[in-house]
Structures are given as C-alpha cells and as structure tokens.
C-alpha cells in the first residue's frame, strides 16, 4: 500500500499547492519590494519639490540655517545646494535599485560620481560643507547609503 502513494491524486493536489505557495510567496516578495521602490521614490519626489520651493521662493533652507550662510549668499548657495541634492537622489535611487540594474550601469554611475560629481563638490567649499552636512547628518538618506556613497566620495 505504500508502494502505491504516487497512484494516489491527493498527492499530486498537495504537490500543487506547495508549487502554488512558493509562486505566491516570490510573487509577493517582488510586489512588496516594488511597492518599497515606489514609496522611496515618491519621498525623493517630495524632497526634490521642497528643496526646490526654498530656491523659487528665495527663502533660507535648513542647509543654509545650518552652515550660518549669510542671507546676501543664501539665493546662490540654495541654487548649488538644490542641484548637489539632486545628485545625491540621483545616486540614492542607483544605490537602491542596483539589484536590478546590470552592474555595467552601475559601474557607469560609479564612474561618474568619482571624475565628473567628486571634482565639482570639491572646487567649492560650500558644496563640500553640504556634503559633510549630509554625510555627517545622514539627513534622510540612511547610514547604509552614505557608507556606500563615501567610498566614492572621500572628501574631508
């Protein structure tokens, strides 16, 4: 009678609904990281619109609070300080979908984060303050990211 348990559809039922368990569980793993992707993309939105309200308004941001820039500075430094952020989105988003993304586009961001992003923050003394700001902080993009990003962007 043992010999016989293959004959048996209970066996074959069961063997399907361990199949179908596993695709259920793959299938909401991948929904729950999109759904993550989604969420942490929509918050970098919603970061790059207030940053760039303090530009278009013209009013101090917690950046330039922070650093004491003098108001007669604070119009320029926001101008750089908004696009030095949206890099930093830029290469959070790289740094959060690298699983995904083949590692030659990786590599290229990479690439140029160390000779065309690293050269630009350090010709400017306010730009290499908002950097050590940000990576001292860790503002709002987490230790893991910075700790990566540092690697590429060891500026004193």
């Not at 430094?77 to 979908?97: E, P, S």
């Not at 990576?135 to 700790?147: A, E, L, P, T």
């Amino acid at each position: 009678m043992i010999a016989n348990w293959y004959t048996n559809p209970g066996w074959y039922a069961l063997l399907m609904s361990i199949i179908a368990c596993v695709i259920s569980i793959l299938s909401w793993k991948h929904s729950r990281r999109a759904t993550r992707s989604e969420i942490n993309r929509n918050l970098v939105r919603q970061a790059t619109e207030i940053n760039e309200a303090f530009l278009r308004h013209k009013v101090k941001g917690p950046y330039a609070y922070h650093l004491k820039i003098p108001d007669e500075k604070v119009q320029e430094y926001t101008a750089k300080t908004v696009m030095f952020l949206h890099q930093i989105n830029l290469l959070r988003d790289v740094y959060d979908q690298r699983d995904i993304l083949r590692q030659k586009v990786v590599d290229s961001y990479i690439n140029w984060t160390t000779t065309i992003l690293r050269p630009w923050i350090e010709s400017d003394e306010d730009l290499k303050n908002s950097w050590k700001l940000l990576r001292n902080s860790k503002d709002m993009v987490g230790d893991d990211f910075i700790q990566w990003l540092e690697c590429y962007l060891p500026i004193l």
